[in-house]
């Protein structure tokens, strides 16, 4: 059997004592892996297979959707007669897009994940009354729904129209996030490419994970 998975369907097997295998070359598993993965480069695969567990399932990836080498593993398992195989071929940028952490010779500290800081928050049926102290202070305030998934942000320019007006009237809808595996050299360049003060930072399903200052990655003049 050969299944595709995603995320959040790896994190159960994973927790269910599957075995995770990334088919990448071993230097780019050196680099960066997801936890508990064990390196077998697809080209190693076949002669390799028996260091696996037949009785447990078997979660292989590679780099990201573009990446035909997990596919081509899970046949290969399934060929071999592993009878519970997953593919995840969303890869190792959706695990590190959803803000998970990782393993290797590139620390999880060097991405927006980790620098990213707590978020100022508000409704869509608030007040500008009611953040208005906030977005003073933070810059920014984003707008959220019940389960935390970014649908706008209230920022400086909207301090000049009516207290009274509604955050959903006033806010920026739409507004630019970045995943928590940008690298934090990227997330520089984004400021200095930009005249913003602040960088949300939200997961592949678009809940707010934090936001990251100018002055927190710039280095002072």
Known sequence: MKAVVDVAEVEKLLAGG??????????????????????????????????LLRDRPVVVYCWDYQCDLSPR???????????EVYDFVAGKVAWMASGLPTEGTSPD????????????????DDDLASVIDRVRSEGVVVVVDGNGVVLGAVRRSALE?????????????APRTIRPDISAEDVRK??????????IVSTLSGELLGVIHRQDVMPAR
């Open 190 to 199: 984004i400021f200095k490419g930009s005249k913003t003060d602040t960088v």
């Open 161 to 173: 129209l009516p207290p009274d007006s509604v955050v959903a009237d006033v806010m920026r809808a």
């Open 109 to 124: 500290t060097s991405r927006a994940g980790y620098l990213a800081g707590e978020a100022a928050t508000c409704d869509l």
């Open 73 to 83: 593993a899970a046949a290969w398992l399934v060929q071999l007669g592993f009878s």
């Open 18 to 51: 599957a075995q995770i295998v990334e088919v990448l070359p071993r230097a780019e598993y050196e680099e960066m892996h997801l936890p508990g993965a064990r390196s077998i480069p697809l080209a190693e695969l076949p002669a390799r297979a028996d260091e």
